[in-house]
């Protein structure tokens, strides 16, 4: 069985910082990349970060290079998804999932969180 939990997620204002959390297993890391995804109202649900289970390889969409940052805390089971600089457009519904490989497409992944909510603004 594979769960995946987020957490962190919440109002802000532009400019802000945002950690945001994905609480696993041990066996979920150890078998599996973990991508963070996000989708806002009336948009497709759009890759952001992965990391993957072999040499700690991540990769990040190139939108989203500069302002998120993606590590793993295997200690906590945690996978994290640091956000700095937010703006307006950064407000969606953010998820995690974990899938075989490192990539930064939905049909990549096969297990899915519920969500975590980021809403940015004034």
């Known amino acids: 069985q594979v769960q995946l939990v987020e957490s962190g997620g919440g109002s802000v204002q532009p400019g802000d910082s945002l950690r945001l959390s994905c609480a696993t297993t041990?066996?979920?890391?150890?078998?599996?990349?973990i991508g963070w995804f996000r989708q806002a109202p009336g948009k497709e649900r759009e890759g952001i970060s992965c990391?993957?289970?072999?040499?700690?390889?991540?990769n990040y969409a190139n939108s989203m290079k500069g302002r998120f940052t993606i590590s793993r805390d295997n200690a906590k089971n945690t996978v994290y998804l640091q956000m700095d600089g937010l703006k307006p457009e950064d407000t969606a519904e953010y998820y995690c999932?974990?899938?075989?490989?490192?990539?930064?497409?939905?049909?990549?992944?096969?297990?899915w969180g519920q969500g975590t909510r980021v809403t940015v603004s004034s």
């Open positions: 041990r066996a979920t890391l150890e078998y599996y990349a």
């Open positions: 999932a974990a899938g075989l490989f490192c990539g930064l497409t939905v049909k990549d992944y096969d297990h």
């Open positions: 990391i993957s289970n072999i040499r700690d390889i991540t």
